[in-house]
């Protein structure tokens, strides 16, 4: 069973490619994004108090963004596996993944960093054109991004998890160049 992470900045291309990849393996698409507006159309609590982390361009805490990953792994779309986006954000949120996926008995086959310039970061988020994407909110993001994407790489690298990619080519290089690095196709 493949479980991957997409890791990378804002407009690195993680949502892209772990559509594409999940599209490929025929496994679920988890996006923190989805896990939000879903829960938020609902009405869930949990959902409205994380909205205003969101819109602030923060981080939603921790303990937050666990409970959400919980209920998402819980449900019976994930039981032939997954690619997750927008989570982790911080080691401490890997390091906590590890633990609910061990209570699940599942770990993480690959965490795929996508490596990207600040500038095309900046590019690409401007032109997707989302409601919170104000330059302002992205820089904001890429710095939060900067802050804690040094320690999320170490705890994967240091669980020979991590592979690290250019996300600077094109969609199909780059989506080839995943698949060549971990083999899963």
């Known amino acids: 069973m493949i479980r991957l992470i997409m890791l990378g900045g804002p407009g690195s291309g993680k949502g892209t490619q ?9 496994i679920t698409m988890i996006s923190t994004g989805d896990i939000f507006r879903n829960a938020m159309a609902t009405g869930d609590e949990l959902a409205i108090k994380a909205r205003e982390y969101v819109e602030k361009g923060e981080l939603v ?34 390091e906590e993944l590890d633990f609910l996926l061990e209570e699940f008995e599942q770990k993480i086959t690959y965490a795929i960093y996508l490596n990207v310039s600040e500038e095309t970061m900046i ?23 900067k802050q804690r994407t040094t320690p999320i790489l170490e705890y994967y690298e240091y669980k020979h998890t991590l592979i690290s990619i ?10 080839k160049e995943i698949f060549r690095q971990t083999n899963i196709i």
Do not use: C, H
């Open 61 to 94: 805490p921790d303990m937050m963004m666990i409970k959400f990953m919980r209920k998402r792994l819980l449900q019976e779309d994930v039981a032939k596996g997954w690619v997750l986006e927008g989570y982790p954000r911080t080691a401490f949120q890997a």
């Open 18 to 26: 772990g559509i594409k990849i999940a599209k490929d393996l025929d």
């Open 123 to 145: 590019k690409r988020s401007l032109l997707r054109g989302k409601v919170d994407d104000e330059l302002e909110v992205i820089k904001k993001r890429i710095e939060l991004f």
């Open 166 to 175: 250019s996300g600077e080519n094109s969609i199909e290089e780059v989506e």
